[in-house]
C-alpha cells in the first residue's frame, strides 16, 4: 500500500494499490528525493482521462516497472483537477521542450522540482516512434548516474525559460469596438461553415466563443456572429457529442462532425454548454435549444449531483462492455441487434433511422453513436418518446461509467450560473433550488472565516488544497447570477469578499492576474495564464466577475480592476478569439455598460414584481446586472432610492451614469434590455 490511499482524490486513490510506491506532491516527496540523491518521477492526471487509465494499467500495475521506480525514483502522483497549478507550471515545461502536452503527463524532476525530461503517455513496448516507458526510465536513470552536470544544466535553462515567460497585462487601454470587430472577423475566417465550429479534428465545443457570438449580436445586431452561434449549437445537438438519450455533452469530437465523441462528461463543459444554450433559446426562441439547456441542466442534477448537494466532476468514457473488457463509449454505443433486443424489430428499424444506427456503424466494432443526422423522413413524435425511453431504461442497466465525485469549487461556481439561470428562463424553480444547494455547500464547506476558498471536497470533506484564481472568480460568477435570480443578496455580499481576494492576493500593481495567491506554495514558477481552454480561464474569469460586481455596487475599485485585466483581451482578442472567448464576452458587457437593472414592487412575490424581474432576466443586453426585491429593501445596493411609480413594481434601467425613465411596462423594459 503506497501514500494515496487517506487521498481526497477520486484519481489518487485508482492508484493506491499498484506496486509503485507513489507519494502525493509535496515537500516530504521532494525531501526523500534529495535523501537518497534519486530524481522525482511526477505522473500528473485525472479520473476521466482515458489514456491515464490505459498507461496505469500497462505500466504502474506492472510489478518489474513499479520495482525499477521504486528502486531508482521517488514517484508522485498529481490530479491536476485538485491542483492545477502544478499541473500548468509542469505542462509549460512539457510544451515549451517538446510543442505539444496532454495527459497522462510524465516529468522527470531534480529534488529541487525543476524539471529535465517530458513527455507524455508512454507505451509499455516501443512503438510508433515512442520508446517504451521502461526505455525512458533506464535512460534517465543513466543520465542522474554518469551525466549530471549536464542533467543540471538542462533544469536550469528551463527554469530561467519558465521565469522569463510574465505575461504583461496588456497596457494601452481597454478592448474597444474595432478589436471586438477584428475578433469577429478571426472568428470567421476559423468557422466551419458545414459542420458548425472552429478548426479541424479534434473539435472541441466553443462554449466561450459562443457566448461572445451572442453577445456580440445583442450589441451590434451582427447576423453573421448569431448565424455561428446558431449553427454551432444545432450541429453540436444533433451529433454525437450529445448524449440523445439521456442529455449532456462529452468532451469533444474525434471527427469534424461532431459524431464520434471522447466519451467523458465533464461539469465544466455541461454547465457552460448549458448556460450557451438557454441563452441562445434567450435570444432566437429555438426550441431545440431551449430542450437542450433543460436536457443538460437536467443531466448534471440527475448523475453529477453529490448527497451534499455539489456537483461531481465528471464522468468516464470507459465502462465495463459487460464481457469483462473495461473500454470506451461502451455505455453509450448500439448496434442494429441491441436496438432491436430493447424495441423488437419494427421500433428497431425506425430508431436505427432516426439515431443514425448502421450495420458498418460510426464506432468501433460495428456500434454506432446515436446521433439526429438531417432526413427527409417525418417521425411520430410520440413514438420517438417511447423508443427513447425504452432504450435509457435498457441503458440504465448497462455498467455505469465512473465518477469521479469530487467537487472543484471552480466548476460548481459554474454550475450554479447554469442552472440558476436555466431555472429561472424556464420557470423550474427545482433546478434554481439546485443551485442554491451548490452554493451553500461551497460556503459551508469550501469558504473559511476569511472568505479564502478550498478548491476541492469530497463526501463532505474538504480537501487541503488552496482554491486557485478560476475557484474565486467561478464561484463570484455563480453567486453573482444566483443573486440576480433570488432576489437574495447575500450572494452579492459572498461575491464581494471572493474578488476582495482577487483584488489583494492574486493581481498586481499593473494589473495582470496570477493563478495563485500571493501567499499561495511556491513552485518553481508563479503560473499565469490569460488564454480560455476547456474552461475559462481563471485571468478572464475574473474580469467578468469584477465587472458584474462593479455594476451592482458601483465599486471603483472593482472596475478599475476589470479593466485592467480586460487589456490583455485587447492584446490577444484579435489574434487569437477562440482561445480567449469568456475575455471577449466581458469585453461585451464592458462596452454595453453593463446596464444596471433594479426592479422594486410592494413584496419580491409580487405578480407585477415577478413578471417585471423575469423580463429583465431575459433580457439580452451584455452582461446586464438585475436587482430585485421589495421597495426600501437594503439587499442590493441598486435597489436604494428607488420609488414605486404609482404604487406598483417599477424597473430602472440605467448604464455610464445615465439612466432611462422608470417604467412599470414590461414591454418597454424588454425594449430597453434588447429582450
Avoid at 89 to 104: C, D, I, L, R, S
Avoid at 482 to 497: I, N, Q, R
Avoid at 498 to 525: K, M, N, P, Q, W
Amino acid at each position: 500500500m503506497n501514500r494515496l490511499a487517506g487521498a481526497t482524490s477520486p484519481y489518487l486513490q485508482q492508484h493506491a494499490d499498484n506496486p509503485v510506491d507513489w507519494w502525493p506532491w509535496g515537500p516530504e516527496a521532494f525531501e526523500e528525493a534529495k535523501r537518497r540523491d534519486v530524481p522525482v518521477l511526477l505522473s500528473v492526471g485525472y479520473s476521466a482521462c482515458h489514456w491515464c487509465h490505459v498507461m496505469a494499467h500497462e505500466s504502474f500495475e506492472d510489478g518489474p516497472t513499479a520495482e525499477f521506480l521504486n528502486a531508482h525514483f521517488v514517484s508522485v502522483k498529481v490530479d491536476r483537477e485538485e491542483r492545477p497549478d502544478v499541473d500548468a507550471v509542469y505542462m509549460e515545461a512539457v510544451q515549451a521542450a517538446t510543442g505539444q502536452g496532454g495527459w497522462p503527463m510524465t516529468v522527470f524532476l531534480t529534488p529541487d522540482a525543476e524539471p529535465f525530461y517530458f513527455g507524455t503517455y508512454f507505451p509499455p513496448e516501443p512503438r510508433h516512434g515512442m520508446p517504451s516507458f521502461r526505455q525512458v526510465l533506464q535512460g534517465v536513470r543513466q543520465a542522474w548516474a554518469d551525466r549530471r552536470g549536464e542533467v543540471a544544466e538542462v533544469a536550469g535553462r528551463i527554469v530561467r525559460d519558465l521565469a522569463g515567460r510574465e505575461i504583461a497585462h496588456g497596457g494601452g487601454g481597454v478592448p474597444g469596438p474595432a478589436e471586438l470587430g477584428q475578433a469577429l472577423l478571426g472568428l470567421t475566417r476559423e468557422y466551419d461553415p458545414q459542420r458548425g465550429g472552429f478548426g479541424g479534428a479534434p473539435k472541441f465545443p466553443p462554449s466561450m466563443a459562443l457566448e461572445f457570438l451572442l453577445r456580440h449580436h445583442a450589441r451590434t445586431g451582427a447576423e453573421g456572429a448569431l448565424q455561428m452561434a446558431r449553427d454551432t449549437c444545432e450541429r453540436m445537438a444533433r451529433g454525437g457529442i450529445y448524449d440523445q438519450l439521456g442529455g449532456g455533452f462529452a468532451r469533444y469530437s474525434v471527427d469534424r462532425d461532431w459524431v464520434v465523441p471522447h466519451f467523458e462528461k465533464m461539469l465544466y463543459d455541461n454547465a457552460l454548454l448549458c448556460r450557451v444554450y438557454a441563452h441562445l433559446w434567450r435570444s432566437t426562441g429555438s426550441e431545440r435549444a431551449r430542450r437542450v439547456a433543460l436536457e443538460t441542466a437536467d443531466f448534471m442534477v440527475r448523475e453529477l449531483r453529490t448527497a451534499e448537494g455539489g456537483f461531481a466532476s465528471a464522468l468516464d468514457a470507459d465502462s465495463d462492455d459487460g464481457m469483462g473488457r473495461h473500454i470506451e463509449g461502451a455505455y453509450y454505443v448500439w448496434t442494429p441487434a441491441q436496438l432491436a433486443e430493447v424495441l423488437g424489430p419494427e421500433d428497431a428499424g425506425l430508431a436505427a433511422r432516426y439515431f443514425g444506427v448502421t450495420e458498418e456503424g460510426t464506432f468501433e466494432h460495428g456500434a454506432s453513436v446515436l446521433q439526429l443526422p438531417q432526413r427527409d423522413e417525418v417521425f411520430d413524435a410520440e413514438r420517438i418518446a417511447s423508443v427513447k425511453e425504452r432504450l435509457l431504461a435498457a441503458r440504465a442497466g448497462r455498467p455505469a461509467p465512473g465518477r469521479d465525485d469530487k467537487v472543484v469549487a471552480a466548476w460548481n461556481g459554474l454550475a450554479v450560473a447554469a442552472l440558476a439561470e436555466t431555472g429561472a428562463y424556464f420557470e423550474r424553480p427545482d433546478l434554481v433550488e439546485a443551485a442554491v444547494a451548490a452554493a451553500d455547500l461551497l460556503v459551508r464547506l469550501h469558504l473559511d472565516e476569511q472568505a479564502r476558498l478550498t478548491r476541492t471536497s469530497r463526501d463532505g470533506r474538504a480537501g487541503a488544497n488552496a482554491g486557485v484564481l478560476e475557484d474565486y472568480a467561478d464561484v463570484a460568477e455563480g453567486f453573482l447570477a444566483l443573486a440576480s435570480v433570488t432576489g437574495e443578496g447575500v450572494w452579492l455580499d459572498f461575491a464581494g469578499l471572493l474578488l476582495d481576494h482577487v483584488l489583494t492576493r492574486f493581481a498586481d500593481a499593473s494589473g495582470a492576474l496570477y493563478d495563485t495567491a500571493a501567499d499561495a506554495e511556491r513552485l518553481i514558477r508563479r503560473p499565469q495564464d490569460p488564454t480560455d481552454n476547456a474552461a475559462p480561464s481563471g485571468w478572464t474569469a475574473a474580469a467578468g466577475a469584477l465587472l458584474s460586481y462593479a455594476a451592482h455596487t458601483g465599486s471603483e475599485a472593482h472596475r478599475t480592476a476589470a479593466e485592467r485585466a480586460l487589456g490583455v483581451v485587447k492584446a490577444l482578442g484579435p489574434r487569437v478569439p477562440r482561445f480567449i472567448g469568456w475575455g471577449l464576452a466581458s469585453a461585451e458587457a464592458l462596452l454595453d455598460g453593463p446596464r444596471e437593472v433594479a426592479v422594486v414592487g410592494p413584496a419580491l412575490d409580487d405578480p407585477a414584481t415577478r413578471g417585471l424581474h423575469r423580463t429583465a432576466l431575459l433580457g439580452t443586453a451584455p452582461g446586464a446586472v438585475v436587482a430585485a426585491g421589495a421597495v426600501g429593501g437594503d439587499e442590493f445596493p441598486l435597489l436604494a432610492d428607488r420609488p414605486l411609480v404609482g404604487g406598483v413594481a417599477t424597473a430602472y434601467v440605467c448604464r455610464n451614469f445615465t439612466c432611462d425613465a422608470p417604467t412599470t411596462d414590461p414591454e418597454r423594459l424588454r425594449a430597453a434590455l434588447g429582450g
